[in-house]
């Protein structure tokens, strides 16, 4: 019997000065999206935040907080996945690299459309940002 599993994924929230890092996706669905990507196996979901950052952006990211684990079956349309989502901060200038056509830094409050439930998380972010507050995790049960 072969078990159905979502799949684990990383995502991160960098930060550049007032700013935060995005990336346009090369690949299905396109558009703009939060550096992340799919955990190897054998892999800590740190050390996949960090790989996925530096292969999507150039960036040598320094984890700040994990923000929250976002696991809604349609978060992704290609398949089951569940993310864990950090925050962190880095410096330089990012650029496109592997799966990401482009890198660039949005202010917060400027931040386009993005893919995924990417816009929620950015959401959340704000919200962390404001109170220190994460998301609540009794919430979504109703959900």
């Not at 684990?8 to 990336?23: A, C, E, S, W």
């Not at 959340?124 to 404001?130: C, E, P, Q, S, T």
Request: hydrophobic share 35%; aromatic share 6%.
């Amino acid at each position: 019997m072969e078990y159905r599993n979502p799949k684990p994924t990383v995502d991160v929230l960098v930060r550049i000065g007032d700013g935060i890092v995005l990336v346009r996706r090369r690949n299905a669905p396109r558009g703009w999206a939060l550096p992340g990507g799919f955990v190897d196996e054998g892999e800590r979901v740190e050390a996949a935040a960090a790989r996925e950052v530096k292969e999507e952006t150039g960036l040598d990211v320094v984890l700040d907080a994990l923000l929250y684990v976002y696991s809604d079956p349609r978060r992704d349309p290609r398949k089951h996945t569940m993310s864990v989502v950090f925050t962190g901060h880095a410096s330089g200038k990012p650029r496109g690299g592997d799966d990401a056509a482009e890198a660039r830094v949005f202010p917060l409050d400027g931040v386009p459309a993005l893919c995924f439930d990417h816009d929620r998380i950015v959401e959340d972010y704000r919200h962390f940002i404001a109170t220190g507050e994460r998301p609540d995790p009794q919430s979504e049960l109703g959900a």
